[in-house]
T-cell receptor
């Protein structure tokens, strides 16, 4: 597509439920990144994919968080047993190469609210 | 402690006025610094990217400066417009060819008529 597409744009879930967030990167972009943005905070790196593999998972805050990417395209971020502190905007970005210098294109994000 | 600090946290200016946003960082070694604009409900959009050897870069009414010695950057907005109302985020990359980037919390700019 023309841009990075994320769905849903908004998600309200009950504490303890699992959620799946989807990211559809720009066609041909090999690198894909997930970030979390809490209110008033900077973006927090979660995970980076190069193709279907994730060479850097260092930012995942707990084992309740996991992500996968299939076909070198769409990625899904899964949060199990959601907690209130998981409430944030989850942003996905993709880039043409796995090099930050070339800059990212961000999606509009998924606003997750855990009640 | 966040390695990228931005100031002010928020700013209100009148349409047509200029403003300057600040970014101080402690990230080292430093590869490049970027400024992003994030409209409400949207993802960040890149405004400028500067390597350690660049002192200034412009993008229309936006001009970014960088002093790698003092680890400071600024974003100057000239002749502000209502559409400039957004959050401006400073991002510092730790290495070239690496996804280790540190994000500031942003400055929330509001331009009023």
């Amino acid at each position: 597509g023309a841009g990075v597409s994320q769905s849903p744009s908004n998600k309200v879930t009950e504490k303890g439920k699992d959620v799946e967030l989807r990211c559809d990167p720009i066609s041909g972009h090999t690198a894909l990144y997930w970030y979390r943005q809490s209110l008033g905070q900077g973006l927090e790196f979660l995970i980076y994919f190069q193709g279907n593999s994730a060479p850097d998972k260092s930012g995942l805050p707990s084992d309740r968080f996991s992500a996968e990417r299939t076909g070198g395209s769409v990625s899904t971020l899964t949060i199990q047993r959601t907690q209130q502190e998981d409430s944030a905007v989850y942003l996905c970005a993709s880039s043409l190469q796995g090099q930050g210098f070339y800059g990212y294109t961000f999606g509009s994000g998924t606003r997750l609210t855990v009640v | 402690k966040n390695q990228v600090e931005q100031s002010p946290q928020s700013l209100i200016i009148l349409e047509g006025k200029n403003c300057t946003l600040q970014c101080n960082y402690t990230v080292s070694p430093f590869s490049n610094l970027r400024w992003y604009k994030q409209d409400t409900g949207r993802g960040p959009v890149s405004l400028t990217i500067m390597t350690f050897s660049e002192n200034t870069k412009s993008n229309g009414r936006y001009t970014a400066t960088l002093d790698a010695d003092t680890k400071q950057s600024s974003l100057h907005i000239t002749a502000s417009q209502l559409s400039d109302s957004a959050s401006y985020i400073c991002v510092v990359a730790k290495y070239y060819n690496n996804n280790d980037m540190r994000f500031g919390a942003g400055t929330r700019l509001t331009v009023k008529p």
